[in-house]
């Protein structure tokens, strides 16, 4: 899979949108795009995750540049309550062997969300 | 539906004892697997098994076992207990393929005197 980069910690006023960038130069075409978080030392959450295209849920938005090198994962309205570590995850799209099912976790982005 | 459930919450255990640590999924999912993670660290893969009777070796294998003999069950052993095991354990379950992410449980709290 390939190595993501991720600023250590960011703060983001409550009620603004958090942006959380990810450098994944290095990304292979069938890899996807996963964002996880971790509240406080609860088990990671699944955020969202992408191929090429932009992608929007309920939780999330993820822009994922045209050339896929980097992506960032939008939260529109933070709440103290997205106060977590949040996981730039990529791993291959197709499960081709068992290597391809692990989610490899880096330090992830400590987004702190302040009144 | 509970999801992922893993016992017990926390355990402290002494050097050289066994014990295992249950996970248990009611989503009929495939794919489960176990990562433990240490202080200011990500989570790294234990192990993981892709079906009952199917289990393989993760990034940090040594000192577990495990077994599937159910869809729902996937439980991990210490085998003889040190105090490099003292970590937080998280059990997750998918569907498998890459297009759907995982559902974790909420961790067992293992400390190892």
């Known amino acids: 899979d390939a190595k993501t980069t991720q600023p250590p910690s960011m703060d983001c006023a409550e009620g603004r949108a958090a942006n959380l960038p990810c450098n994944h130069s290095t990304i292979s075409g069938n890899e996807y795009v996963y964002w996880y978080r971790q509240i406080h030392s609860q088990g990671p959450q699944y955020i969202i995750h992408?191929?090429?295209n932009n992608e929007t849920n309920e939780m999330a938005s993820l822009i994922i540049t045209e050339d896929r090198k980097s992506s960032t994962l939008i939260l529109p309205h933070a709440t103290l309550r997205d106060t977590a570590v949040y996981y730039c995850i990529v791993r291959v799209l197709h499960n081709s062997g068992a290597g391809s099912y692990q989610l490899t976790f880096g330090k992830g982005t400590k987004l702190s969300v302040i009144p | 539906n509970a999801g992922v459930t893993q016992t017990p919450k926390f355990q402290v255990l002494k050097t050289g004892q066994s014990m295992t640590l249950q996970c248990a999924q009611d989503?009929?999912?495939?794919?489960m697997s176990w990562y433990r993670q240490d202080p200011g660290m990500g989570l790294r893969l234990i192990h993981y098994?892709?079906?009952?009777?199917?289990?393989d070796q993760g990034e940090v294998p040594n000192g577990y076992n495990v077994s599937r003999s159910t869809t729902e069950d996937f439980p991990l052993r210490l085998l003889s207990a040190a105090p490099s095991q003292t970590s937080v354990y998280f059990c997750?379950?998918?569907?498998?393929?890459?297009?759907?992410?995982?559902?974790f449980g909420s961790g067992t709290r293992l400390t190892v005197v």
């Open positions: 989503m009929n999912h495939e794919y």
């Open positions: 997750a379950s998918g569907v498998g393929e890459a297009y759907y992410g995982y559902t």
């Open positions: 992408g191929l090429k």
């Open positions: 098994s892709v079906g009952a009777g199917i289990t």
